[in-house]
């Protein structure tokens, strides 16, 4: 079994499902709980899909483009050699998605 | 969820985590504004006391976590986590936080360690 997933493999598969499930919509109060459910559990069913040998945690935040400053930050205490996470940023017109995938291996 | 006996270390508890990471929280931003120059070192000096807290516990996990600071200024914004692992060792908590002018969201995610 394949034991790596690199980096780019992960941002592909989260890329797809962010585009899948909120791509061409504009900000909607009433349907953003729907979105980001719907954005993480894509993207944790893609990468399951996978069959590597990892847990995963996957996050999702998304903000109506209205001016205000957004900061996130991760730290992670794991094995380095075999660890490791992958943020996605995504745009529209109307909102920002911030994706975050953190694989440990098994 | 069912009640852990106080002896056993190899499980997550969430109000622990939950406490520590609230005080992490006070201690860093409690009582500032929104400062954009220092927002940066806000989230990065929160994410890693909250971790250093958590290991020092001593307990056999590995961490992640993750800290938001917005702006209040009347956009809209939402967070989801998704977690595949194994339900029965690994759990995670969040932490909402606001002031007049900052919202503060941290998570907390556990995964178990097998020796």
């Known amino acids: 079994m ?28 009433s349907r953003v709980n729907q979105w980001t459910t ?26 109506q483009k209205n001016g205000a400053g957004l900061q996130t930050a991760s730290a992670c205490f794991w094995d380095n050699t075999t660890d490791g996470s992958c943020a996605v940023r995504w745009e529209n017109k109307s909102m920002y998605c911030i994706v975050n995938v953190f694989g440990l291996s098994i | 969820m ?10 997550f508890s969430a109000d622990d ?13 409690g009582g500032t504004d929104y400062n954009q120059s220092k927002v940066n070192q806000w989230t990065a000096t929160i994410v890693e006391h909250s971790l250093t807290h958590l290991v020092k516990q001593g307990r056999p996990f590995k961490y992640i976590v993750n800290c938001t600071i917005m702006q209040k200024s ?10 595949y692992w194994d339900t029965a060792t690994d759990g995670s908590c969040t932490v909402r936080w606001e002031n007049r002018t900052i919202y503060c969201v941290v998570s907390v995610f556990a995964v178990a360690v097998t020796l």
């Open chain 2, 17 to 29: 985590a939950t406490i520590s990471v609230k005080e992490c929280i006070e201690g860093v931003i």
């Open chain 2, 2 to 11: 069912e009640e852990y006996s106080s002896g056993d270390e190899a499980v």
């Open chain 2, 74 to 83: 009347g956009a809209g914004l939402h967070t989801a986590n998704s977690c």
């Open chain 1, 38 to 63: 719907s954005v993480v559990e894509q993207c944790l069913s893609q990468l399951s899909k996978l069959g590597k040998p990892f847990k995963y945690i996957v996050t999702c935040i998304i903000m």
């Open chain 1, 2 to 29: 394949d034991e790596y997933q690199t980096e780019d493999e992960t941002a592909f598969v989260v890329e797809e499902s962010v585009e899948a499930a909120i791509g061409g919509n504009a900000y909607q109060h």
